[in-house]
């Protein structure tokens, strides 16, 4: 298959020639960051709350969570990011999630798994956080979906986009806070007849592109759980880092 492949590829970079997803630079590969890049991007990485994610300065011991987890269980049993969502990288998921920058898809899916190896272990299946249909039409696809698929063509863990539904068509979370985050999402997704027949007995793990407070993997998780899921865990591509005192 090699050859037909490359030979492919070589003539899809001459039509779409490679650029960096961050900077828009030519670059050698599809997916690709230029040196200077990867300085910009913060991989996020232990040690961090064993429960959310949530980076810590350093490290407090094994399985430490941070003072809003221990205030507060969430539904999501262990969630991770992959980067963290700041000015430098906010480019890269924004130009993947409104751009149809889709050419970097494979080099975020690797990233998502490396930082995900805790909460993909074991798991049963991915499912994408679902948009609403009338988003997905203006859109045209569900980033989290692609990311999803992503993941599951590095993992072989299958990816269940019917399982879960978003009920009602929530406003825009921008610049609102975690309370208002939660009361938005609450009880806007809903688990489907076949979700309900397969989720007994399982763990999965919900995909998404930015993780801000947690409140939508938390909106998801909540129905997963009653319909029987086991341990419903969260990968996102990037998450909103606020500084944390884990002795806090
Ligand atoms: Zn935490």
């Known amino acids: ?28 590969a599809t997916g690709q960051l230029e040196a200077d890049s990867w300085a910009a991007i913060h991989f996020l990485d232990a040690p961090w709350c064993d429960t959310c994610g949530l980076p810590f ?3 407090v011991g094994e399985g430490a969570e941070c003072g809003a987890c221990l ?23 924004l130009d993947f999630k409104h751009g149809g920058r889709l050419d970097a898809l494979d080099q975020l899916a690797a990233w998502m798994v490396r930082a995900g190896t805790g909460v993909l272990a074991g798991a049963q299946a991915l ?19 692609l990311l999803a698929n992503a993941v599951s063509r590095r993992t072989d863990i299958t990816v269940e986009p019917g399982w ?27 688990v489907t007849a076949r979700g309900h027949a397969a989720l007994a007995g399982k763990t999965v793990v919900l995909i998404d592109d930015v ?38």
């Not at 948009?131 to 045209?140: A, D, G």
């Not at 539904?165 to 806007?188: C, E, F, L, W, Y």
């Not at 009653?226 to 806090?248: I, M, Q």
């Open 1 to 28: 298959m090699g050859a037909v492949r490359k030979a492919g590829t070589a003539v899809g970079n001459l039509i779409w020639p490679p650029v960096s997803p961050l900077t828009g630079c030519n670059v050698a």
């Open 57 to 59: 300065a350093y490290w």
């Open 71 to 93: 205030a507060r269980a969430p539904a999501v049993h262990k969630a991770r990011a992959a980067l963290a969502y700041t000015d430098l990288s906010r480019p890269l998921v």
């Open 127 to 145: 499912i994408p956080v679902p948009l609403h249909p009338t988003r997905l039409f203006t859109r045209r696809y569900n980033q989290s979906l």
């Open 164 to 190: 879960l539904i978003r009920k009602r068509r929530t406003p825009t979370q921008a610049g609102q806070s975690g309370k208002a985050r939660r009361r938005n999402v609450a009880g806007a997704f809903a």
């Open 211 to 248: 993780m801000t407070t947690g409140a939508t993997f938390e909106a998801c998780a909540k129905p997963l759980l009653r319909a029987g899921a086991v341990f419903v865990n969260a990968l996102a591509l990037s998450r909103v880092v606020k500084p944390a005192d884990p002795t806090t």
